[in-house]
């Protein structure tokens, strides 16, 4: 479903900004891109021996949904999040004190905008493992795309203040507060940056949004330092994903929505970046259509900056 309002947003999109917007930066006519992944050999065979013990009629409840949970997990690596979904509600009904499976329902929830389904499931993963090491941080995700943005900012901080040398604590909680108190979400991103040990990659996009680097010197970078396909792969997505939030929340509508047409294009499934991705130009899709329906507005007029 999501798939099919991408296309839509693509044209619309498209078509509506053919004669508002400037070109795209130089930046983005050769952006830097990683060959896509693609599944390898060890995941089909994984894949074909899980389906060969499923036939087994030997196996109790409990191993039955381990072995559901695992094939989830494949599906989810290789794209087939349909799938997936249905191999963990499956394993859930076998063995329902599953927080990692909430978790991950939760998850797909959010991607698919079910936000009170994906509160309600990261709530029963809590429930379940109070320090789940995801949870905490996935239902702030779910609340700042659900317009909750106290509570989001609730659950984002403790979880940053559980480890203030994690880069991705710091860009949603910044994300967040960007929305909630933009006076001062810069000066905190600040704080935060410069309080810790600075050791993570993902420091560099807290140091982009800082203005410490350029985008050039961000995306050189990633291509220099990358030391393989798979690593160029995975920064890039994070990379041109949390670019494309500043251009979104700037309302350079045509620069966000190639930078997360490029975050996709790696294929790196299981990153939060690809996932919210796809939820990302959903959006931009129902703004999209807010500016259509008022034509005699200019687009940044049409465009509300809030969008949650």
């Not at 930046?27 to 021996?49: E, G, S």
Request: aromatic share 12%; proline share 4%.
């Amino acid at each position: 479903m999501i798939a099919n309002r991408f296309k839509v947003a693509v044209v619309a999109i498209s078509m509506m900004m053919a004669g508002c917007s400037a070109a795209p930066q130089s930046n983005w006519v050769h952006p830097p891109m990683a060959v896509p992944f693609q599944p390898t050999i060890q995941q089909q065979i994984q894949l074909a021996r899980i389906d060969q013990l499923l036939k087994r009629n030997d196996l109790d409840d409990d191993t039955l949904a381990q072995v559901y949970y695992e094939r989830g997990l494949l599906h989810d690596s290789l794209g087939l999040r349909d799938l997936a979904r249905l191999d963990f509600n499956q394993s859930l009904s076998l063995k329902p004190d599953q927080p990692d499976v909430f978790n991950i329902l939760g998850v797909y929830f959010t991607q698919s905008a079910h936000f009170d389904a994906a509160y309600e499931a990261f709530d029963s993963t809590l429930e379940l493992n109070l320090r789940h090491p995801y949870a905490q941080r996935n239902r702030g995700i779910a609340l700042y795309y659900g317009g909750r943005y106290d509570l989001a900012h609730e659950d984002l901080i403790a979880h940053y203040q559980q480890n203030v040398n994690d880069p991705y604590r710091v860009i949603w909680l910044y994300l967040v507060e960007q929305v909630q108190m933009p006076e001062t979400a810069d000066e905190k991103l600040r704080q935060r940056f410069e309080a810790s040990e600075q050791q993570d990659w993902g420091w560099q996009i807290v140091r982009l949004y800082l203005g410490d680097v350029t985008e050039s010197e961000f995306l050189a970078q990633i291509s220099r330092e990358s030391e393989d396909n798979a690593m160029l792969a995975e920064r890039l997505t994070e990379g041109y994903f949390y670019l494309a939030k500043q251009y979104h929340y700037r309302q350079d509508y045509q620069s966000a929505l190639m930078l997360y047409k490029l975050a996709l294009s790696g294929n790196v499934y299981e990153f939060v970046e690809h996932r919210f991705a796809l939820l990302e130009l959903s959006r931009l899709m129902a703004e999209a259509q807010v500016a259509q329906e008022q034509p005699d507005e200019s687009l940044e007029e049409a465009l509300p900056l809030d969008s949650e």
